[in-house]
């Protein structure tokens, strides 16, 4: 086996995979690369991605290495695996050729090609050429991604050329083609490029009238006219929204193993939307997603973005259920800043830095102190919801207000805390006996009515009681409950924003109002009975409305209750033991149900007389403390700071709440980003990414070996948590950063043909590929950068030559390139998930075209106090909340929707820079029997009855609806043969499953 190399060299090779037992047939050694072959641009990447894991820094098995050059001609314990200028006796090429068929490498996973053996043959025969200083480490930088962005000149085409020449785009693809001898297709039919158009740009097909009317304009400009009618549409931003939330990876529930829901998540989403739509300036869009709050303050979009930074999965339990003290809960941190950079650096700037977690890249230039320097950047970032006002103008003068109570408190508080140091003990001591006697005292078992939980808190919730007769009542009192659930007390479930009212029918059609505390946030009472004067209204029903609930804890809101009393005017309880009734409930007796709420058990505290005596007294031991001119400083304080509640309370209630990256404090709260400096936490160096053997601490900085971009931050000491992500968001925008606009520009083109310039969307870097039209690639990402429109790119791109030929094969070309990478024709694709699920329910005439908003939910959750379960097949299909497009459906992580992964979602949990594109037997069984597809089917069933006379008709007119043309008369025979067998429901299904309803042409 080891007979053409011997020796201790043989025997080590062998064992460290460069020999090895072949699986490889034998093939004849590739002719060599005639052109000079270029070390860094040609070799390196083949030996980086095949060889150096095994003969590279780390390890040198069989004494080899191939990342340098002095040890690599050296050539291990033999001496013969690279001889430059021969490459018959260069016993690397023998084992990477297959030459040897017992003896082949690399030993397991992808093998080379045999082009990737010509090159390395060529570069022998040429001398083996290294970079001058002998490394192959001597300019990491020098790759195409990190060159300098500069425009390159566009092709002259040849004079007479029968491929029109649009714009640049098809000047650089046609030139590409030519050296290689390849032609481009003629130009789309008009039914084609209108269903192309519409699906790209909006996600939705076009109408039957609407591609008629197309196909027959015969004005010049009619392709451009349809271009600009699409790229306005409010759909542009659903769809390309979509496709960004896939980078992002963004989903509404933590995942991990409680996938807990997210259910303010949302406003990221239609941020999205809203930029796209307004084609924002990219570089804003980047900037605002990384530091919005710092860059734009006041604006909602600069809050709303910053959803960018919680997108991704979260460890509830490593965060939430474990301190930061313990290991877990350190890794768990540690993996939550983990995700801020690689999300951060994968999204913009198409780099994997990563893999550089636990030591030094080992094909870029990313040093390990740089990813830490990154995670340096996050160190203040948490996740959390947060409470902000859309409304900047709202934003500005809460936040002045705000100031201002601050500043009041702290005047209080000084003059206070002088007061009570000179009345001494007696002060602290009656501080002591009043919160005493607010504690609760009795606390039955029989807690009271507990409604249903709610992911948002503006969902009205009521319940009633029966009388048994008319009374006239002289108030209502409702008692409040008390729970030590997420240690909140007193108070618990009361309701923000309610109404009480009486009647005489159980549905409360003409009311009489007892009381309306609906237009403004009403005080959690504590365990302060509410009494609401009914001054004689009468009726047979008490009905309590809550009309803004109260959270329970961050992901859900309720309505409890303890006791509603009704008491007439001789003062009896006219609800004692009367039936409830209300919209829902939570029925977990003896805690809670809805008889409690008339059982005459509720919590109760100390006697009023008590605290309101011991507050007289402290109030007169405080005013003897004070000196005049305290006391006079002290009202003024006090009055200053009530006045500035005061004006709190009449501002709009409009405050919504986004789960955003929030501020870390060091004690589990959260304060405004940007606004408030937060503590970062300090970070540390982890060799091989330990967190129990930190190393030196490091400061925040960007990627250092970019070319002409700066290597650190200009901050100074005592700057604010913000300005960190501030300067990273600049840095990552600089004109001069050519990564992010490359990235970009390859993104917008995958989208259009099914595959980027660069196949590798997220990776950039030498384990990534090589751009097929590389000129192309950067004339595309200087005019992003100099126009900074996205639109200005999709408009480019779709009004090309390129763009518009047509998607028929050509077998001979298809020898030549079957992956149609040099583009002689366009990519015949499957649409995506969420657009055949779109396009369904818009062939059925039920497509709910309302745009944000909170997301609709297809799922029913079970056991959502732990860990919820996610219950698709519970789902009616005809719940016309469900019926909007697929981009505002709830995104579960743990538990894909299973009719949306047949056909190839994303999967939230991870980054998906390029989606799978199968066809499987799995895809047609969905489209044919989900619960969906079969309503669906039948709302287009009846649909089409009133088009025609009878089922062959119909079920022509469902085809004409799902494809934009006629059927054909076979098909129209087959299609109706079909119907009066199976019904015409059943057709519809079938035509809801052609090719040609889930392909874009």
Not at 359 to 372: A, L, M
Not at 964 to 975: F, I, K, V
Request: net charge neutral; charged share 25%; proline share 8%.
């Amino acid at each position: 086996m080891f007979c053409r190399l011997a020796g201790p060299a043989a025997v080590a090779l062998a064992a460290a995979g460069l020999l090895a037992a072949g699986h490889l047939d034998a093939q004849p050694a590739p002719p060599a690369k005639s052109p000079p072959v270029d070390f860094t641009k040609d070799v390196k990447p083949i030996l980086d991605r095949h060889c150096v894991s095994c003969h590279g820094p780390e390890k040198q098995k069989g004494g080899l290495r191939l990342d340098r050059r002095a040890d690599a001609l050296r050539g291990g314990d033999s001496g013969k695996a690279i001889v430059a200028g021969n490459a018959n006796d260069s016993y690397l090429l023998k084992l990477v050729s297959g030459a040897d068929p017992d003896n082949v490498m690399p030993p397991r996973g992808e093998r080379l090609t045999a082009a990737q053996v010509g090159v390395l043959r060529s570069w022998v025969e040429q001398g083996a050429r290294w970079p001058d200083d002998g490394s192959a480490a001597a300019n990491p930088a020098d790759w195409w991604s990190l060159k300098p962005l500069t425009r390159p000149p566009v092709p002259t085409p040849p004079a007479a050329v029968a491929f029109p020449i649009r714009n640049p785009i098809d000047a650089y693809v046609l030139a590409t083609l030519r050296t290689r001898n390849l032609s481009p297709s003629p130009e789309a039919d008009r039914r084609t490029l209108i269903r192309r158009l519409s699906f790209d740009l909006i996600g939705l097909p076009p109408t039957p009238e609407e591609i008629d009317a197309f196909a027959a304009d015969p004005a010049p400009d009619a392709y451009e006219k349809l271009v600009e009618k699409l790229l306005a549409s409010p759909h542009f931003g659903e769809r390309w929204a979509r496709h960004w939330l896939d980078v992002v990876h963004f989903g509404e529930t933590h995942g991990y193993d409680k996938d807990q829901p997210r259910p303010n998540a949302w406003p990221y989403r239609d941020y999205v939307i809203r930029a796209f739509n307004a084609d924002k300036p990219y570089s804003r869009f980047v900037q605002e997603q990384i530091a919005g709050d710092v860059l734009f303050p006041g604006t909602a979009d600069g809050f709303e973005a910053l959803g960018f930074l919680s997108a991704g999965p979260w460890d509830f339990i490593g965060h939430v259920e474990l301190p930061e003290s313990k290991i877990d809960g350190r890794v768990a941190r540690h993996l939550d800043r983990d995700d801020f950079v690689s999300n951060t650096v994968g999204s913009f700037l198409s780099l994997t830095a990563h893999c550089a977690q636990c030591h030094n890249h080992k094909f870029d230039p990313i040093p390990q102190e740089d990813y830490y320097r990154l995670q340096a950047v996050f160190a203040a970032i948490d996740r959390a919801d947060r409470q902000y006002d859309p409304d900047p103008a709202t934003g500005a003068k809460r936040t002045e207000l705000t100031a201002k109570r601050s500043a009041a408190q702290e005047r209080v508080s000084r003059i206070e805390s002088a007061a009570k140091a000179k009345a001494g003990p007696e002060l602290v001591e009656l501080d002591k006996q009043i919160a005493a006697a607010k504690q609760p005292g009795a606390r039955p078992a029989e807690h009271g009515y507990h409604s249903a939980i709610e992911a948002q808190p503006d969902r009205a919730k009521w319940v009633q009681v029966d009388l048994g007769e008319t009374v006239a009542l002289d108030r209502v009192v409702l008692r409040p409950c008390h729970d030590d659930f997420n240690s909140i007390g007193a108070g618990f479930g009361f309701p923000v924003r309610f109404k009480v009212e009486v009647s005489d029918d159980a549905a409360f059609a003409r009311p009489a109002l007892v009381a309306d505390h609906t237009a403004a946030d009403f005080p959690n009472p504590g365990l302060t009975a509410v009494r609401l004067p009914a001054n004689g209204a009468k009726g047979r029903y008490v009905r309590l409305t809550a009309t803004r609930l109260v959270s329970r804890m961050p992901t859900d809101y309720i309505l409890a209750v303890s006791e509603l009393e009704a008491i007439d005017a001789a003062g009896a309880n006219r609800a004692a033991g009367k039936a409830a009734t209300s919209l829902d409930s939570i029925e977990a007796a003896p805690r809670w149900r809805r008889s409690n709420l008339t059982d005459g058990k509720f919590p109760t505290g100390t006697a009023t007389e008590d605290v309101t005596a011991l507050t007289a007294r402290r109030a007169k031991r405080f005013d003897d403390a004070l000196a005049p001119a305290d006391a006079v400083a002290w009202r003024a304080a006090v009055a200053d700071r009530d006045g500035a509640d005061l004006e709190l309370r009449k501002l709009p209630p409009t405050q919504r709440t986004a789960y955003v990256g929030a501020v870390h404090t060091g004690s589990g709260n959260f304060v405004g980003t940007g606004t408030n400096a937060g503590r970062p936490r300090p970070i540390h160096l982890l060799p091989r990414g330990d967190v129990t053997k930190p190393g030196r601490e490091v400061q925040p900085g960007p990627l250092s070996q970019l070319p002409g971009l700066p290597a650190a931050f200009d901050l100074p000491p005592n700057h604010r948590e913000g300005d960190r992500r501030a300067a990273l968001a600049r840095w990552v925008t600089d004109s001069k950063n050519p990564l992010v606009w490359r990235s970009a520009a390859n993104r917008v083109w995958q989208y259009h043909f099914g595959r980027g310039l660069v196949e590798t969307p997220n990776d950039f870097g030498r384990m990534g590929a090589l751009p097929t039209h590389p000129e192309l690639l950067d004339w595309l990402a200087a005019e992003l950068r100099d126009r900074d429109s996205l639109k200005h790119l999709h408009r480019l791109i779709v009004t090309s030559s390129t763009y518009r030929q047509g998607s028929a094969t050509n077998a001979e070309y298809a020898r030549a390139d079957a992956d149609n990478r040099f583009l002689w024709r366009q990519n015949r694709r499957k649409l995506e998930a969420e657009v055949v699920r779109d396009s369904i329910l818009w062939a059925a005439g039920k497509l709910d075209r309302t745009m944000g908003g909170p997301s609709f939910r297809d799922f029913v959750v079970e056991r959502p106090e732990h860990s919820p379960h996610y219950q698709y097949h519970l789902h009616n299909p005809n719940d016309p909340a469900s019926h909007r497009r697929a981009v505002y459906r709830f995104v579960v992580r743990s538990k894909q929707q299973p009719f949306m992964a047949a056909l190839d979602c994303a999967d939230p949990s991870l980054a998906v820079d390029r989606r799978n594109q199968t066809i499987t037997p799995q895809q047609a069984l969905a489209l044919l029997n989900n619960r969906l597809a079969v309503t669906m089917a039948g709302h287009l069933a009846d649909r089409v009855r009133p088009l025609a006379t009878d089922d062959t008709g119909r079920a022509a007119a469902a085809f004409r609806i799902a494809t934009g043309r006629a059927p054909t008369p076979d098909e129209r025979r087959s299609l109706g043969d079909y119907a009066a067998a199976h019904g015409l429901p059943a057709a519809c299904r079938v035509v809801l499953n052609l090719n040609e309803f889930v392909f874009a042409d």
